[in-house]
T-cell receptor, first 114, second 113 residues
Framework: AQSVTQPDIHITVSEGASLELRCNYS??????LFWYVQSPGQGLQLLLK??????LVQGIKGFEAEFKRSQSSFNLRKPSVHWSDAAEYFC????????????FGKGTLLTVNP | DADVTQTPRNRITKTGKRIMLECSQT?????MYWYRQDPGLGLRLIYY???????NKGEISDGYSVSRQAQAKFSLSLESAIPNQTALYFC????????????FGPGTRLTVL
């Protein structure tokens, strides 16, 4: 069965600092991978996704993620964090095809200090 | 206008009451989903529907039922609400592209007293 692990429950960074949120997945074949962001009181917004091709994926709001098959990872990065990036971030995996199942990690809460 | 809308956005109810949460979408997607979110547990799938005549249980369907009234509408019911159903509920839709990307509504915060 597919699974997703986000090792960091809570991360605090200073505004302007770089950010990396970790995501590890477990799936036998090449998965479809997603990052979503949930701002306080809001729904989940898709940041970016990977399904094939270039392993470095660009998303909205200046985020990017890199798929590393050898490490079963799909880490999210941003070079310079803004206070508005404070939110909860969820990594998710879908095995694709007719499989409906989108499996989420438990999320990483990002706090941004001024 | 939002592509996926949920009503109500907030609801407080009492134990034993029947309650319905509604979801509508204008994305034209066939697939719709209901999730619940609890702190520290991420999102868990309650029910999903691939079209009007196809409804399936997710991992935590006990105590819930759904109705797919039309392609654009998918409602979730709690027949007899209990306090541990207090949670944030999300509706989502997805397309039939290979990635089956899901798009989420704003959520309904439900409190059962």
């Amino acid at each position: 069965a597919q699974s997703v692990t986000q090792p960091d429950i809570h991360i605090t960074v200073s505004e302007g600092a770089s950010l990396e949120l970790r995501c590890n997945y477990s799936y036998g074949a090449t998965p479809y991978l997603f990052w979503y962001v949930q701002s306080p009181g809001q729904g989940l917004q898709l940041l970016l996704k990977y399904f094939s091709g270039d392993t470095l994926v660009q998303g909205i709001k200046g985020f990017e993620a890199e798929f590393k098959r050898s490490q079963s990872s799909f880490n999210l990065r941003k070079p310079s964090v803004h206070w508005s990036d404070a939110a909860e971030y969820f990594c998710a995996v879908n095995s694709g095809g007719s499989n409906y199942k989108l499996t989420f990690g438990k999320g990483t809460l990002l706090t941004v200090n001024p | 206008d939002a592509d996926v809308t949920q009503t109500p956005r907030n609801r407080i109810t009492k134990t034993g009451k029947r309650i319905m949460l509604e979801c509508s979408q204008t994305k034209g997607h066939d697939r719709m989903y209901w999730y619940r979110q609890d702190p520290g547990l991420g999102l868990r799938l309650i029910y999903y529907s691939f079209d009007v005549k196809d409804i399936n249980k997710g991992e935590i369907s006990d105590g819930y039922s759904v109705s797919r009234q039309a392609q654009a509408k998918f409602s979730l019911s709690l027949e007899s609400a209990i306090p541990n159903q207090t949670a944030l509920y999300f509706c989502a839709t997805s397309d039939r592209t290979p990635t089956d990307t899901q798009y989420f509504g704003p959520g309904t915060r439900l409190t059962v007293l």
